[in-house]
T-cell receptor, first 111, second 114 residues
């Protein structure tokens, strides 16, 4: 089975740094994804990790530890527009699959 | 514009009815995935089609069915609708039959069953 856990809600201050954690237990693994979703809108792709380590992309970075079943998304220099839900998702592998998503972390940015 | 087109954007219908949601994938993408998103469940994978064939099934109810046509657009059919089927339905597309590089979501269809 698939199980993905992430905090339900986090609050951070504009200009600061926030780390959103995700732990997963899946029957297979072919990559971990982070998506951003504003309320009522489509999820948009942020990052993809398949090997252990840190991937940096502008203000956003994502880290993966496959042995620990753990990932985090790091957001730097927070802006008000970063207020959104952040979804952790795992590809379970095999020839065809749909991503399994966590329930998302609602990030609130305060001035 | 993500390149994935979903219609209609909003749909209100009564319990017991049947509706069809439509998705046109991004140009060149062969895979279409359907997801349901409700407030308490998050994004739930329903079904995947690749180049016209069903490739993977998730938590799709027997009252729901889907198909992908030769022009690669896909339709999700929901029948005998219940109040609990009210949700956002997203379609996503990708080039290959696996989600290795993520996929692109459409803007969704908001279904309200009254």
């Amino acid at each position: 089975g698939q199980n993905i856990d992430q905090p339900t809600e986090m609050t951070a201050t504009e200009g600061a740094i926030v780390q959103i954690n995700c732990t997963y237990q899946t029957s297979g693994f072919n990559g971990l994804f982070w998506y951003q979703q504003h309320a009522g809108e489509a999820p948009t792709f942020l990052s993809y990790n398949v090997l252990d380590g840190l991937e940096e992309k502008g203000r956003f970075s994502s880290f993966l530890s496959r042995s620990k079943g753990y990932s985090y998304l790091l957001l730097k220099e927070l802006q008000m527009k970063d207020s959104a839900s952040y979804l952790c998702a795992v590809g379970s592998g095999g020839g065809a699959d749909g991503l399994t998503f966590g329930k998302g972390t609602h990030l609130i940015i305060q001035p | 514009d993500s390149g994935v087109t979903q219609t209609p954007k909003h749909l209100i219908t009564a319990t017991g009815q049947r509706v069809t949601l439509r998705c046109s994938p991004r140009s060149g993408d062969l895979s279409v995935y359907w997801y349901q998103q409700s407030l308490d469940q998050g994004l739930q994978f329903l079904i995947q089609y690749y180049n016209g064939e069903e490739r993977a099934k998730g938590n799709i109810l027997e009252r729901f069915s889907a198909q992908q046509f030769p022009d690669l657009h896909s339709e999700l059919n929901l029948s005998s609708l219940e109040l609990g089927d009210s949700a956002l339905y997203f379609c996503a597309s990708s080039l290959q039959d696996r989600a290795s590089y993520g996929y692109t979501f459409g803007s969704g269809t908001r279904l309200t069953v009254v």
